[in-house]
């Protein structure tokens, strides 16, 4: 995950004062010391590191911390109210013309991962927003790059706007604004080539292009792995050509991310988006709030809802409920389960926006085995419609078909029939529990998980 | 004499191998200009700020090295090795102490390496180099430009389209095999990587080709899964020619950060690498970056990327490099 050595540092070094029932001048200072070392190391910019330390210094020694009774917690809050400050305060939203179509510019320096976001936020766009998204291929310069945009709309199926390396990218622009007005497209998302901010010729063509029609959204493309020049470049990008937002990209790696954090405060734009991996769907809204959760330990309770949220869909949970109450829960719910906690992403992600995760000792290498649950559809697969409504009928001739049929063996298939078992015994003492009207035994937070 | 002095002379060359140095010099110079003028500028501001070598100027120092994204561990490192010269020297004013500076730097780049900056190629026979890195830091560019400068030298190369991942890689080697006019050998997108490199391994033994060069997708360090298939890639070419990957290639880009270690560490577990392409160094006003990994990790730079022409990518040579990076400061002296 993205800022954990961040993460790891700062939380070390409040753990420290945590607890303590008096915080003197000279243990602020202390911390402060390593909190700036934490920072620089994370790659975040000296003059905002110097001026976050200024800050949280002042409003650390003053007296509303003396004065609580929890001194401790009270830096700890203040860290945490000033590293979302720096982050941007509130989520920001995408801005939407109200005459369509809402133009999109993407800018950035080369290999700042352009041309795979925009095919993410046209996925984001259409999947979330309902919107009818043409993508436009001005990159006439890196060799393929137009090749890259038809392909990533292929494999989306959206359609892709261009005109070859030919035409100059300001033409192209011109052209796939017609088409879009013919064709009702209601975004438009402009692929242009990277170039260096102090590259005044092609800054002169993203003028240009923005001349044609005063784009809505104008993202700044950043790696997140980029160094102290992270505000160098957003500074110049602003200044030529006007920036709205910036999108962060390769968050996925063991990055501190610091740039994430000194962008934002230098350009006083915010993040709107972050990209978590390489596939399609892999492009998220930014929230200061919890990302600043995130990085002090305190977890991620929200982004984890919201993911199972948006991956259950209501009127089956319903279905399913209904299905452990009279007992008729079958392997095909049970497979339909396995898709649907598949779909929220890799496991050991989802694992770490639990609050105090990365406390719990060998979790943070934890992998999780999503071979495992491959092996288990698998086995269901192979099993007879017959067989899936009512596994009692599994006898021995059976097993060893299956688990040809799977590649597992028979142990494997024994195994998954034994929890499937214990399953349905657990629920039918869950429901059993619920209908006397007992005290209401629920696992803790997971129905507000799946509801 | 003084250091830039001697350091002038060789570069724009008193001596016979001139003309060839001055203009990769310059080549340097040009691609740095943004480095050299905010850090050059930067340390003459300082100098003239100061007069006196205190801890104030010590502390202004150190955060402009940090800026250039040198790094905390190495510029803690380099602070305390020039306060121990400028006690020994008994320096005072400040009027001298940039002539030490780069004198440090210099000394922190070459610090106890054989500079094996040329590539380690076979005499006769086939050479394999294989390109490792992040995704965006300019792998396929950098393989384009390489082969360029090979097949200058006379070599018969042959590139292979290991990155079977990314939309629009293959095209993008290919438009670079036709630029430079050379063969690439690749398969569809989405088919297995190490398959590519067996099939370009046999096809560059049979035509009888000098230098084999292999592209391979991006991937994050920490991606366990890409870096085992990486590793794999390793192990069928070594299995095909024994002493290959003669060269294992990391491409870095210049403007990264802190992580820029992390990258060169974990890649080096995996794959053994024998050297760093710096890309992008045009681009970056810092180019601290390389002072902590030579520092740090003892890994060699081989090449910058200084622009995107084809002819853009130099050798790395530490002087040079950080004699862009003071060239304003040199004609100072030489004019007072």
């Given at each position: 995950m993205a800022f954990e050595g961040l993460a790891e540092r700062l939380q070390g070094t409040l753990q420290k004062i945590k607890g303590k029932g008096k915080v003197s001048e000279a243990d602020v200072k202390e911390m402060m010391r390593e909190v700036r070392y934490a920072l620089l190391e994370a790659d975040v910019n000296l003059k905002v590191v110097k001026e976050f330390v200024k800050n949280v210094s002042a409003r650390a020694v003053g007296q509303d911390v003396m004065k609580s009774l929890t001194p401790g917690q009270q830096v700890v809050k203040i860290v945490k109210d000033e590293l979302t400050e720096l982050m941007g305060g509130e989520?920001?939203?995408?801005?939407?013309?109200?005459?369509?179509?809402?133009?999109?510019?993407?800018?950035?320096?080369?290999?700042?991962?352009?041309?795979?976001?925009?095919?993410?936020?046209?996925?984001?766009?259409?999947?979330?927003?309902?919107?009818?998204?043409?993508?436009?291929a001005a990159d006439i310069y890196r060799p393929a790059a137009v090749q890259q945009l038809q392909t990533i709309g292929k494999q989306l199926s959206l359609p892709v706007f261009a005109l070859g390396t030919e035409i100059s990218p300001v033409e192209i622009v011109k052209q796939a604004m017609?088409?879009?007005?013919?064709?009702?497209?209601?975004?438009?998302?402009?692929?242009?080539?990277?170039?260096?901010?102090?590259?005044?010729?092609?800054?002169?063509?993203?003028?240009?292009?923005?001349?044609?029609?005063?784009?809505?959204?104008?993202?700044?493309?950043?790696?997140?792995?980029?160094?102290?020049?992270?505000?160098?470049?957003?500074?110049?990008?602003?200044?030529?050509?006007?920036?709205?937002?910036?999108?962060?990209?390769?968050?996925?790696?063991?990055?501190?991310?610091?740039?994430?954090?000194?962008?934002?405060?230098?350009?006083?734009?915010?993040?709107?988006?972050?990209?978590?991996?390489?596939?399609?769907?892999?492009?998220?809204?930014?929230?200061?709030?919890?990302?600043?959760?995130?990085?002090l330990g305190m977890g991620d309770m929200m982004?984890?809802?919201?993911?199972?949220?948006?991956?259950?869909?209501?009127?089956?949970?319903?279905?399913?409920?209904?299905?452990?109450?009279?007992?008729?829960?079958?392997?095909?719910?049970?497979?339909?389960?396995?898709?649907?906690?598949?779909?929220?992403?890799?496991?050991?992600?989802?694992?770490?926006?639990?609050?105090?995760?990365?406390?719990?000792?060998?979790?943070?290498?934890?992998?999780?085995?999503?071979?495992?649950?491959?092996?288990?559809?698998?086995?269901?697969?192979?099993?007879?419609?017959?067989?899936?409504?009512?596994?009692?009928?599994?006898?021995?001739?059976?097993?060893?078909?299956?688990?040809?049929?799977?590649?597992?063996?028979?142990?494997?298939?024994?195994?998954?029939?034994?929890?499937?078992?214990?399953?349905?015994?657990?629920?039918?003492?869950?429901?059993?529990?619920?209908?006397?009207?007992?005290?209401?035994?629920?696992?803790?937070?997971?129905?507000?998980?799946?509801? | 004499m003084s250091f830039f002095k001697k350091f002038k002379e060789k570069m724009l060359g008193a001596t016979p191998e001139a003309e060839e140095t001055v203009s990769i010099t310059n080549k340097f110079k040009e691609g740095l200009s943004k480095t050299r003028n905010q850090f050059t500028s930067k340390v003459n501001d300082l100098v003239a700020k100061y007069r006196k070598v205190d801890e104030d100027f010590f502390e202004e120092l150190e955060e402009i090295l940090l800026q250039a994204d040198v790094g905390f561990e190495t510029v803690t490192e380099l602070m305390d090795s020039l306060r121990f010269e400028v006690q020994r020297k008994n320096i005072k004013d400040t009027s001298g102490i940039q002539s030490v500076i780069s004198e440090k730097l210099v000394e922190i780049y070459n610090a106890g390496e054989d500079d094996i900056t040329e590539l380690q190629l076979e005499e006769s026979g086939l050479s394999v180099i294989l390109f490792v890195g992040v995704n965006g830091v300019g792998k396929t560019t950098t393989i384009g430009k390489l082969a360029h400068r090979l097949k200058g030298e006379g070599k018969n190369v042959m590139l292979a389209a290991g990155d079977t991942f990314r939309a629009g890689a293959i095209d993008q080697l290919q438009v670079w095999g036709d630029r430079v006019g050379v063969e690439v050998i690749k398969q569809s997108e989405g088919s297995d990587p190490a398959a590519v490199m067996y099939d370009a391994v046999r096809a560059a033994k049979s035509r009888g080709v000098d230098v084999l060069i292999c592209d391979t997708a991006g991937r994050l360090q920490n991606?366990?899964?890409?870096?085992?298939?990486?590793?794999?890639?390793?192990?069928?070419?070594?299995?095909?020619?024994?002493?290959?990957?003669?060269?294992?290639?990391?491409?870095?880009?210049?403007?990264?950060?802190?992580?820029?270690?992390?990258?060169?560490?974990?890649?080096?577990?995996?794959?053994?690498?024998?050297?760093?392409?710096?890309?992008?160094?045009?681009?970056?006003?810092?180019?601290?970056?390389?002072?902590?990994?030579?520092?740090?990790l003892h890994i060699p730079v081989k090449f910058v990327g200084l622009g995107e022409q084809m002819d853009d990518l130099q050798p790395f040579d530490a002087e040079k490099y950080v004699y862009g990076l003071f060239a304003d400061g040199l004609h100072l002296e030489d004019e007072e």
């Open positions: 989520q920001s939203q995408i801005s939407f013309s109200t005459r369509p179509p809402t133009v999109i510019m993407m800018v950035g320096l080369q290999g700042a991962g352009k041309t795979t976001t925009t095919g993410k936020l046209a996925n984001i766009l259409r999947k979330k927003y309902n919107k009818k998204p043409l993508l436009v017609e088409q879009a007005k013919e064709e009702h497209h209601d975004v438009v998302i402009i692929d242009t080539a990277g170039r260096l901010h102090i590259d005044e010729t092609l800054m002169q063509e993203l003028k240009d292009i923005r001349a044609i029609k005063e784009p809505d959204e104008v993202f700044l493309v950043v790696d997140a792995m980029t160094g102290q020049d992270a505000v160098n470049v957003a500074n110049n990008f602003n200044e030529a050509i006007g920036i709205t937002g910036v999108v962060l990209t390769k968050l996925d790696g063991d990055t501190r991310g610091g740039a994430a954090l000194s962008i934002r405060s230098v350009t006083q734009k915010p993040i709107k988006f972050v990209g978590m991996g390489e596939k399609m769907d892999a492009l998220e809204p930014f929230h200061p709030e919890r990302m600043a959760s995130r990085i982004s984890l809802i919201e993911k199972a949220q948006s991956n259950v869909d209501e009127e089956r949970a319903k279905e399913l409920e209904e299905k452990f109450r009279t007992q008729s829960f079958t392997f095909d719910d049970f497979l339909e389960q396995i898709g649907q906690v598949k779909q929220m992403g890799p496991l050991d992600e989802i694992l770490k926006m639990l609050p105090g995760a990365g406390k719990i000792k060998g979790l943070e290498n934890a992998k999780v085995d999503e071979k495992q649950m491959d092996r288990v559809e698998a086995i269901i697969y192979s099993m007879t419609t017959q067989e899936k409504t009512t596994p009692e009928i599994i006898n021995g001739p059976r097993k060893k078909r299956i688990a040809k049929g799977s590649g597992t063996s028979i142990q494997d298939i024994n195994r998954l029939l034994k929890q499937f078992e214990d399953m349905k015994k657990m629920m039918k003492q869950m429901t059993n529990m619920q209908q006397k009207g007992k005290k209401k035994m629920k696992m803790p937070g997971l129905d507000s998980l799946f509801k | 991606k366990v899964n890409l870096m085992n298939e990486l590793e794999k890639i390793h192990r069928v070419i070594s299995r095909e020619i024994p002493d290959a990957p003669h060269e294992v290639l990391l491409a870095l880009d210049a403007t990264t950060g802190q992580n820029a270690l992390v990258q060169a560490q974990t890649f080096k577990e995996v794959t053994n690498v024998t050297g760093i392409v710096l890309t992008k160094l045009d681009g970056t006003a810092k180019g601290g970056i390389v002072l902590a990994i030579r520092n740090k």
